[in-house]
């Protein structure tokens, strides 16, 4: 089965790939590597999902914004690979930020968002390595932001 395959048997719908807001690009490829700059939570209506985690947002909530930066990350990689995601070897490491207060400590659940929706949609492909950070603030004032490094053919 391929990953477009994939995605629509899971009925998953995967954004349109937003433009960068700021002196950078979306995507990057050097050698076979797809560096995926930093994507924000943005909901399916297209409304950034702001506010601080333990505060604001439950890890639930929070999870479902991290999912929404991972569908982000997936679209920028299909825009990458001129829509082809069979290109896609290997997800290979995924950083995710979290906008939470002093005292959260499972920025790990929030970013489980990210790593299950990318591990569903490309299987063993999409198995990564990963770092899960607390920050005071992010852009715009969201709750999640997530980048990624890709293998591909």
Do not use: W
Not at 55 to 76: N, P, W
């Amino acid at each position: 089965m391929s990953i477009e395959e994939k995605i629509k048997e899971l009925k998953i719908k995967i954004p349109d790939p937003k433009d960068p807001v700021g002196a950078y690009v979306a995507s990057k490829i050097v050698g076979n590597l797809l560096y995926i700059s930093g994507q924000i939570s943005i909901n399916d209506k297209g409304d950034l999902i702001k506010g601080k985690v333990g505060k604001d947002l439950d890890v639930t909530q929070g999870y479902e914004a991290a999912k929404r930066c991972g569908l982000a990350i997936v679209s920028q990689v299909k825009k990458a690979c001129d829509n082809d995601l069979s290109k896609v070897k290997s997800c290979i490491k995924l950083t995710g930020y979290v906008n939470s207060t002093d005292n959260f400590i499972d920025q790990p659940k929030v970013i489980n968002g990210a790593s299950e929706i990318i591990a569903k949609i490309f299987d063993n492909k999409g198995l990564h390595t990963r770092a899960a950070i607390s920050s005071n603030s992010l852009p715009l004032g969201v709750a999640v932001e997530v980048d990624a490094i890709f293998e591909i053919n």
